[in-house]
């Protein structure tokens, strides 16, 4: 059975643009969490969807924004790159109800801001 | 506001060498406790967790001790192996579904032959 999967692995930007980072959950799971994994500030909870709603959204300003697709894939997306955002961005997926704690990650995007 | 605080690495032993990594948390309430583990190029894994007070959460020769009285789940491993070598986060959820999991700065461990 496949995991979470992310795309791309790496993804080189510059200071200014937008990004899109995207998460495909492992089949049957409906919710998606996106944790920030920056140097010196170790792992930071992002957003969470279910069901296609955002149910919960951590301390990020709204450049950080995403969606999740009727397939419960979803998508990261942050606007107005600043070099702060570089990072690893991690994706999990879980069972309806389950909740975080039971959930999978996948292997990450790295976005480099330069 | 609830927060994990590790050990700082990294922590670098032997192999067969005893293994303590240190966890202490603040938290409202009785949270949930996890150890996860981060090997070289890999997302995140699930090791082990406790979910109330003095429950010993195990998982491949690790073990660790939701401690109450002392807000601490110290991570331990009576043998590392050089397949050990990892980075090591420990982690709380708050109580109710929030999605949210509070992760410690992640102590990097490397065992030597």
């Known amino acids: 059975e496949a995991g979470v999967t992310q795309s791309p692995t790496h993804l080189i930007k510059t200071r200014g643009q937008q990004a899109t980072l995207r998460c495909s959950p492992i089949?049957?799971?409906?919710?998606v969490y996106w944790y920030q994994q920056a140097l010196g500030l170790g792992l930071q909870f992002l957003l969470w969807?279910?069901?296609?709603?955002?149910?919960n959204r951590g301390n990020f300003p709204p450049r950080f924004s995403g969606r999740q697709f009727p397939n419960y894939s979803s998508e990261l997306n942050v606007n107005a790159l600043e070099l702060e955002d570089s990072a690893l961005y991690l994706c999990?997926?879980?069972?309806?109800?389950?909740?975080?704690?039971?959930?999978?990650f996948g292997q990450g995007t790295r976005l480099t801001v330069v | 506001g609830n927060s994990v605080t590790q050990m700082e690495g990294p922590v670098t032993l032997s192999e067969e060498a005893f293994l303590t990594i240190n966890c202490t948390y603040t938290a409202t309430g009785y949270p949930s406790l996890f150890w996860y583990v981060q090997y070289p190029g890999e997302g995140l894994q699930l090791l082990l967790k406790?979910?109330?007070?003095?429950d010993k959460g195990s998982n491949k020769g690790f073990e660790a001790t939701y401690r109450k009285e002392t807000t601490s789940f110290h991570l331990e491993k009576g043998s590392v192996q050089v397949s050990d070598s990892a980075v090591y986060f420990c982690?709380?959820?708050?109580?109710?579904?929030?999605?949210?999991?509070?992760f410690g700065q992640g102590t990097t461990l490397q065992v030597k032959p």
């Open positions: 982690a709380l959820s708050d109580r109710g579904n929030t999605g949210k999991l509070i």
């Open positions: 089949s049957g799971h409906t919710s």
């Open positions: 406790a979910t109330k007070a003095d």
């Open positions: 999990a997926s879980s069972f309806l109800g389950q909740g975080v704690t039971e959930a999978f």
């Open positions: 969807y279910d069901e296609g709603e955002e149910r």
